[in-house]
């Protein structure tokens, strides 16, 4: 009896697992992890003021929460694109581009705004920029979502037949 309520506990495991094991899922787990560790690195080129590092800290994690949903929001477009959303098995370029693309024009016009805002933030006199956005979030921009995209590649256990 202990032993079948044990089977079916780690079935119904077993069975959630899987749902999860999807491309979005492992994108926004990979694209959250670099993002804040991205994030945590760029400090230097933001006016932090006197904010404590664990205020810091918490502003970097809600950040890479955000870059992670941007990133999210960006696949589901690419897969749009393609009508496919599991493109990240294939070589074809068009879903990158459209990804990259989503991904920029979203950070372009965040950037635009909370630079400007009294919610939003500053950029440090290190900060390089480019008609007023800061060149490194638009790096980061190509930078880390490239990383996950290819970590979640890998992760993704299970392979569709194409």
């Avoid at 502003?59 to 999210?72: K, R, Y």
């Amino acid at each position: 009896m202990v032993d079948q309520r044990r089977r079916r506990r780690t079935a119904r495991l077993m069975k959630a697992v899987k749902k999860l094991d999807r491309p979005e899922t492992w994108l926004a787990i990979h694209g959250y992890l670099i993002a804040f560790l991205w994030e945590m690195l760029q400090m230097p080129f933001y006016a932090m003021g006197r904010l404590s590092a664990w205020e810091t800290t918490i502003n970097c994690s809600l950040a890479s929460l955000g870059d992670a949903g941007i990133m999210v929001f960006a696949y589901f477009v690419a897969s749009w694109t393609v009508n496919d959303r599991h493109w990240l098995s294939s070589r074809n370029r068009k879903p990158v581009i459209a990804f990259l693309v989503t991904g920029l024009v979203i950070t372009l016009v965040v950037e635009h705004f909370a630079t400007g805002a009294a919610w939003g933030w500053r950029y440090s006199a290190r900060m390089p920029t480019l008609l007023g956005i800061g060149i490194v979030p638009i790096v980061m921009w190509i930078v880390v979502p490239l990383i996950a995209l290819g970590l979640a590649s890998r992760s993704v256990a299970h392979r569709i037949e194409r």
